[in-house]
């Protein structure tokens, strides 16, 4: 009665009926919640600009709840657009969470676009380019990231749509950003955390990650 949800590299994600659960050697699929800083912390990121820096020809995998894709603040951004939510097909913002994401990373500040605040929503590297992973969506009354698929999604940006290393269809990514919390699952040392080892795994091909606490 089970069925696949994702087949990672070095475990396999289940739907399983709960009366058939405990048959297995299983733990349950964490879910984890969007959170999010202050956007308006000044980081001088102007004198960056000034130095001619704007994230031109840098990528960032962004891990979140999808994008508007037809936002004029980041439609010339976005390089890549998928889901890894069983269900859902595309990866279109149904939340809102990813959109904000990726305009703190690459909005323009187009002319006539003005926040409540009258500044334009500049943001820190317009020139960087998105690839946008669903990992988020609907889960009972709530909304949440479930971690199977926050890896899948991981897993992806590393080895790309063959899952094979170095075959050359891998995403052209230097920074990988996930602002997704969750509770203390390990204590002090989360090395053998699963999902933390995951990260390990990521930063050790190569990518810089950017996680929320």
């Not at 959109?99 to 317009?126: E, R």
């Not at 990514?173 to 989360?190: D, H, L, V």
Request: charged content about 15%.
């Amino acid at each position: 009665g089970c069925s696949v949800i994702h087949q990672l590299q070095d475990a396999t994600a289940l739907k399983c009926p709960a009366s058939t659960a405990s048959l297995f050697n299983l733990r349950e699929d964490r879910i984890f919640y969007l959170a999010d800083l202050e956007a308006d912390v000044q980081i001088n990121a102007d004198d960056v600009w000034a130095q001619g820096i704007d994230g031109t020809g840098v990528n960032v995998a962004v891990l979140d709840t999808g994008i508007d894709q037809d936002h004029p603040e980041l439609i010339d951004s976005i390089v890549g657009c998928q889901s890894f939510v069983p269900g859902i097909p595309n990866c279109e913002d149904d939340q809102g969470h990813g959109t904000h994401v990726a305009g703190i990373i690459t909005a323009n500040g187009v002319d006539g676009i003005a926040t409540t605040s009258g500044y334009l929503s500049k943001g820190v590297a317009p020139g960087a380019g998105i690839y946008m992973y669903k990992v988020c969506g609907p889960i009972n009354t709530e909304y949440g990231c479930y971690e199977s698929d926050i890896m899948a999604a991981m897993e992806y940006t590393v080895l790309g749509p063959d899952g094979s290393l170095g075959t050359g269809d891998e995403p052209l990514t230097k920074i990988m950003s996930i602002s997704i919390g969750g509770g203390n699952y390990k204590g002090e040392n989360c090395d053998d955390d699963a999902l933390a080892a995951k990260a390990n795994w990521v930063v050790n091909n190569g990518i810089a990650v950017a996680v929320a606490a």
